[in-house]
């Protein structure tokens, strides 16, 4: 297996622009979870997806941000608009079940928002 | 709210040596606990998960304990190499992963 697939790796962009993160997770795996790391807050759980519905979206942090899974292969993570503070490296990873169980991580997107 | 802390922030260790990561947490009712493995640039990689009933998990050269009613859990590298340089991070399951802040382990040749 490839592993989870995250799409762009790189993303440089100005503020007020609207920037879309893309995972692939494990092929059979049920839950999708994206993250943020910064310096600052370390690794968040933005959001976590079980059967390609959401279930806990409490740390995404305001309505700017928006996360879908249409199905079991996809999902994408939105940010209308970007704001500089949104600068950070985003991670999906995928798990077999649960939360409960080990997570397989992406390689990440670094966003850059001038 | 689950609060996790790792000692100490960085380590710069000579090749051959054994050593200890050490990671607390606050809320004891946890799933489990699972350390992680972060190469610059790089995703995260897992390296070992103890459910909440383990005492120990063992991976080739690299041991994790976990101590739930202290709230502590330690990762121990055995004849570390100049390839375990990463940043390890420690992250405790109950209903998400509560990540802490990361040890810099460098392995000097």
């Known amino acids: 297996d490839a592993g989870v697939i995250q799409s762009p790796r790189h993303e440089v962009t100005e503020m007020g622009q609207e920037v879309t993160l893309r995972c692939k997770p494990i092929?059979?795996?049920?839950?999708l979870f994206w993250y943020r790391q910064t310096m600052m807050r370390g690794l968040e759980l933005l959001i976590y997806?079980?059967?390609?519905?959401?279930?806990?979206d409490s740390g995404m942090p305001e309505d700017r941000f928006s996360a879908k899974m249409p199905n079991a292969s996809f999902s994408t993570l939105k940010i209308q608009p970007s704001e500089p503070r949104d600068s950070a490296v985003y991670f999906c990873?995928?798990?077999?079940?649960?939360?409960?169980?080990?997570?397989?991580f992406g390689p990440g997107t670094r966003l850059l928002v001038l | 709210k689950q609060e996790v802390t790792q000692i100490p922030a960085a380590l710069s260790v000579p090749e051959g040596e054994n050593l200890v990561l050490n990671c607390s947490f606050t809320?004891?009712?946890?799933?489990?606990l699972q350390w992680f493995r972060q190469d610059p640039g790089k995703g995260l990689t897992s390296l070992l998960l103890?459910?909440?009933?383990?005492r120990e998990q063992t991976s080739g050269r690299l041991n994790a304990s976990l101590d739930k009613s202290s709230g502590r859990s330690t990762l121990y590298i055995a004849a570390s190499q100049p390839g375990d340089s990463a940043t390890y991070l420690c992250?405790?399951?109950?209903?998400?992963?509560?990540f802490g802040a990361g040890t810099i382990l460098r392995v000097k040749s």
């Open positions: 809320d004891s009712a946890i799933y489990n």
């Open positions: 990873a995928s798990s077999e079940s649960d939360r409960e169980e080990t997570q397989y």
């Open positions: 103890i459910q909440s009933s383990q």
């Open positions: 092929s059979g795996h049920n839950s």
């Open positions: 997806f079980n059967n390609n519905v959401p279930i806990d």
């Open positions: 992250a405790v399951a109950k209903n998400k992963l509560v």
